[in-house]
């Protein structure tokens, strides 16, 4: 009888990183969701090809042909239902996908919603590590489910608002109170708003994974860097091709899930759900790319901001993950973002992102502060000023803890500042330099050049089942 080895991570980082799989595992055969559409994009094609041979054929057929009629009319029924059964594996995987979202960071009160939404956040940050290895690829993984949590929480600030201009999310604008509610706010919430959003967060640049697509990314022989800076004329056109069929993948690989019933009345109120929520999708993805309406916003404003979170350029750098919002501010003042929108976004994620490693200067019991530096990971949205996070703090004398303290880290004492850099060289360089030997493993590489760090690396920190469960709030 063999054991197996205890699992070095904690039950929820398993639960992250099975979902990781479900959507765009490592390697191929694990029937995840990215898979099924680079299968529909190699495969579909033909299979299209043949429905419509055998309708022309069957359309040909004379009635003298009547054995010849009825073999055709059995293959068009058999081809048509494996297309359809594709079809509705794919949406059922999908749907296995959006649950599992939903499950990790959907709580049942809107505070505990925040915090879940936190904690898979700095969950998916934390299990990269800066710019080491093959980051890139790992990044692209993670993209998507970090992007769809995002929407869900800009679209619950969205709704908070007196107005919301696009009539169908007017409609459902009373899912806020699906916390409030029974089961039933609760279910109409996740059907009607929920999987648009998720879906249309996930699958927003799906398109990118048809051959035409990976031709130009990846080369015909599939030896070029795929996140290299593409030309001009090869970015306009893969925009052109991601832009197609993304659409065609979800109103065709996808489409809508199918009645299971008898019940005439039912069906019809089923299937004009179904429409309603799908004509929703197309218009979000659709207007995602050519930004006329402003409903697109609601998963590009994420887009934009993960791509400096998660980013897949070789000038990587953790020091530039607080930009992230700096970006989203910038292109609302030019007016290529609504600027509303781009604030409550601002007031959702701050200025450091979850699972960031902030360095901060400690205060005694009177409050003054020390002659030394401590460390923590953010942890909490919404905060109340965007440049002072709620964190962990991990440290105590630059020994490493598992029950530090939930705290507001002032902008005064955050070490990101520059100013407040310069507070700790009094301290003199030895001092500094044995600060830092302390915590070698984990602190950035530019930190001994720095002598006092901007920030830390966390993912070491991390890396241990006992470190994993930083958003226990301690009484």
Same mark, same amino acid.
């Given at each position: 009888?063999?054991?197996?080895p205890p699992?070095? /991570?904690?039950m929820y980082?398993?639960?992250v990183k099975?979902?990781?799989?479900?959507?765009?595992?490592?390697?191929?055969?694990?029937g995840?969701?990215f898979?099924d559409a680079?299968?529909y994009?190699?495969?579909a094609?033909?299979q299209?090809?043949?429905?419509?041979t055998?309708?022309?054929q069957?359309?040909?057929? &004379?009635?003298?042909e009547?054995?010849?009629k009825?073999?055709?009319?059995a293959?068009?029924k058999?081809?048509?239902?494996l297309?359809?059964?594709?079809?509705?594996e794919r949406l059922?995987?999908l749907?296995a996908?959006?649950?599992?979202i939903?499950?990790?960071?959907?709580g049942d009160?809107f505070?505990e919603?925040q915090?879940?939404?936190?904690?898979?956040?700095?969950?998916?940050l934390?299990?990269?590590?800066g710019? =080491?290895?093959n980051?890139?690829?790992?990044?692209?993984?993670?993209k998507p +489910?970090?992007k769809?949590?995002?929407?869900l929480?800009?679209?619950?600030?969205l709704?908070?608002?007196k107005?919301v201009?696009?009539?169908?999310l007017?409609k459902?604008?009373n899912?806020?109170?699906r916390f /409030?509610?029974?089961q039933?706010?609760?279910?109409?919430?996740?059907?009607?708003?929920?999987?648009? !959003?998720?879906?249309?967060a996930?699958?927003?640049d799906v %398109?990118?994974?048809c051959p035409?697509a990976?031709n130009i990314l990846k080369?015909?022989?599939g030896d070029?860097?795929?996140?290299?800076l593409?030309?001009?004329t090869q970015?306009k056109?893969?925009?052109?091709?991601?832009?197609?069929n993304?659409?065609k993948y979800?109103?065709e690989g996808?489409g809508?899930? &199918?009645?299971?019933?008898?019940d005439k009345?039912?069906?019809?109120?089923?299937?004009?759900k179904?429409?309603?929520?799908h004509?929703?999708l197309?218009?979000l993805?659709? $207007?995602?790319?050519?930004?006329?309406t402003g409903l697109g916003? !609601?998963?590009k +404003?994420p887009q934009i901001?993960?791509?400096i979170v998660l980013?897949?350029?070789?000038?990587?750098?953790r020091?530039?993950l607080?930009k992230?919002?700096?970006?989203?501010e910038?292109l609302a003042k030019?007016?290529?973002l609504?600027k509303q929108?781009?604030?409550?976004?601002?007031?959702i994620?701050g200025y450091?992102?979850q %699972?960031f *490693?902030?360095?901060f200067i @400690?205060v005694?019991?009177?409050?003054?502060?020390?002659?030394?530096?401590e460390?923590?990971?953010?942890? %909490?949205?919404?905060?109340?000023?965007?440049? =002072?996070p &709620?964190?962990?703090?991990?440290t105590?004398?630059q020994?490493?803890?598992s029950s530090?303290?939930m705290?507001v880290i002032p902008?005064a004492?955050?070490?990101?500042?520059q %100013?407040n850099?310069?507070?700790?060289m009094?301290? *003199?360089?030895e001092r500094l330099?044995?600060i +830092?030997?302390?915590l070698?493993?984990n602190?950035s590489?530019?930190?001994?050049?720095d002598?006092v760090?901007?920030?830390?690396? @966390?993912? $070491?920190?991390?890396?241990?089942?006992k470190?994993?469960n930083?958003?226990v709030?301690?009484q």
């Open positions: 009888m063999s054991v197996h699992n070095p /991570d904690s980082t398993q639960q099975q979902l990781i799989n479900m959507v765009y595992p490592q390697e191929a055969g694990y995840s969701i898979e680079r299968h994009f190699s495969a094609p033909e299209e090809k043949q429905i419509q055998l309708k022309a069957l359309a040909n057929a &004379t009635e003298k009547s054995d010849s009825e073999q055709l009319e293959k068009l058999k081809s048509t239902a297309l359809n059964s594709d079809r509705n059922e995987r749907q996908v959006i649950n599992k939903v499950q990790l960071c959907e009160s505070d919603t915090l879940l939404s936190a904690k898979f956040l700095g969950t998916l934390l299990l990269t590590r710019n =080491e290895g980051f890139a690829k790992i990044h692209q993984r993670y +489910i970090y769809a949590v995002l929407t929480r800009l679209v619950d600030k709704l908070r608002h107005t201009a696009h009539t169908y007017s459902y604008k899912t806020l109170s /409030d509610d029974e039933a706010g609760f279910t109409r919430w996740k059907e009607a708003l929920a999987t648009p !959003l998720i879906t249309a996930l699958l927003q %398109g990118l994974h035409d990976l080369g015909e022989n070029l860097d795929e996140f290299r593409l030309e001009e970015r056109s893969l925009l052109k091709i991601n832009f197609h993304t659409l979800l109103s996808l809508t899930p &199918t009645y299971i019933g008898n009345a039912e069906r019809e109120v089923f299937n004009a179904q429409k309603d929520v004509t929703f197309l218009s993805v659709k $207007d995602a790319f050519i930004l006329k916003e !609601l998963v +404003i901001y993960v791509s980013s897949t350029k070789p000038d990587y750098t020091l530039s607080p992230g919002y700096m970006l989203i910038q030019k007016g290529s609504n929108l781009a604030q409550d976004f601002i007031d994620v450091f992102p %699972g *490693g902030v360095t @400690p005694n019991e009177k409050g003054y502060e020390k002659n030394q530096f460390c923590a990971i953010v942890t %909490g949205l919404n905060p109340s000023n965007p440049a =002072e &709620t964190c962990k703090v991990v105590r004398n020994n490493y803890i530090g303290t705290e902008k004492r955050n070490l990101y500042f %100013g850099r310069k507070k700790l009094r301290m *003199g360089k330099m044995e +830092i030997n302390q070698s493993s602190v590489s530019d930190a001994v050049e002598l760090p901007s920030f830390w690396e @966390p993912h $070491d920190f991390f890396g241990y089942k470190h994993q930083l958003w709030r301690k």
